[in-house]
T-cell receptor, first 114, second 117 residues
Framework: GNSVTQMEGPVTLSEEAFLTINCTYTATGYPSLFWYVQYPGEGLQLLLKATKADDKGSNKGFEATYRKETTSFHLEKGSVQVSDSAVYFCALSPFSGGYNKLIFGAGTRLAVHP | GEEVAQTPKHLVRGEGQKAKLYCAPIKGHSYVFWYQQVLKNEFKFLISFQNENVFDETGMPKERFSAKCLPNSPCSLEIQATKLEDSAVYFC???????????????FGPGTRLTVL
């Protein structure tokens, strides 16, 4: 079946530290991969995505590379800010097209302190 | 509109009562999705629509849950005889129908928090 596994949080960092949140997936076929972010009290916002192997998604200083050989899509940021504090969700869409359901990981809470 | 709208923001029901949630997708989007976020952030897919037709209902607990997307009306998710375990945030998302998978994305609404007492 299809599933997503994320590292458990919370992740607590000081401002300007390097961030990595691990995400691995299991899927049949060629999924699209996503990172969504949920700020306190808000809905999900798409952070970045990749639709095929070796694609790199990037946005707001965050990056993730679609690694088919390791079935991974780890999220990284070189220098985090307090405003990055949120819950981050890795997700996959099993088939091509935006009409397919998303399968989410459990989420990783990030807390950044000044 | 340019955003997915969900109403109400909060809903409180006594156990056994009915709950009805609404979602207005982004104008021009053909696909609508409902997800349930329970404690510890877990997201569960419930159902999706292509226009007014059910597209995928594999996540739907059919005994008490139902959903519709009718033309010229907001989509709705209804829970008959709510139970304590239905307490969650219910998110709606919409997506355009695009042939280019590199641009396909689901856009989420702000959610409806349902509390069953």
């Amino acid at each position: 079946g299809n599933s997503v596994t994320q590292m458990e949080g919370p992740v607590t960092l000081s401002e300007e530290a390097f961030l990595t949140i691990n995400c691995t997936y299991t899927a049949t076929g060629y999924p699209s991969l996503f990172w969504y972010v949920q700020y306190p009290g808000e809905g999900l916002q798409l952070l970045l995505k990749a639709t095929k192997a070796d694609d790199k998604g990037s946005n707001k200083g965050f990056e993730a590379t679609y690694r088919k050989e390791t079935t991974s899509f780890h999220l990284e940021k070189g220098s985090v800010q307090v405003s990055d504090s949120a819950v981050y969700f890795c997700a996959l869409s099993p088939f091509s097209g935006g009409y397919n359901k998303l399968i989410f990981g459990a989420g990783t809470r990030l807390a950044v302190h000044p | 509109g340019e955003e997915v709208a969900q109403t109400p923001k909060h809903l409180v029901r006594g156990e056994g009562q009915k709950a009805k949630l609404y979602c207005a997708p982004i104008k021009g989007h053909s696909y609508v999705f409902w997800y349930q976020q329970v404690l510890k952030n877990e997201f569960k897919f419930l159902i999706s629509f292509q226009n007014e037709n059910v597209f995928d209902e594999t996540g739907m607990p059919k005994e008490r849950f139902s959903a519709k997307c009718l033309p010229n009306s907001p989509c709705s998710l209804e829970i008959q005889a709510t139970k304590l375990e239905d307490s969650a945030v219910y998110f709606c998302a919409s997506s355009p129908s695009l042939p280019d998978r590199s641009t396909d994305t689901q856009y989420f609404g702000p959610g409806t928090r349902l509390t069953v007492l």
